[in-house]
């Protein structure tokens, strides 16, 4: 088992994946790996625009 930070603190400044903190993104890729599923959005706020869509 992994151990991943899950304190990505505010996100709501990013647009992108590729620019959002390392441990985030480290986060995301194990997501993807454990389900085997690519993940398509990214909720960045409780706005329903506060979205990432990969």
Excluded: H, Q, W
């Amino acid at each position: 088992m992994k151990n991943l930070n899950g304190n990505f603190g505010d996100l709501s400044k990013f647009s992108s994946r590729d620019d959002l903190p390392e441990n985030a993104k480290k986060y995301l890729n194990r997501i993807e790996e454990i389900v085997g599923v690519p993940i398509k959005f990214i909720g960045t706020g409780p706005d329903r625009n506060d979205m990432i869509i990969c």
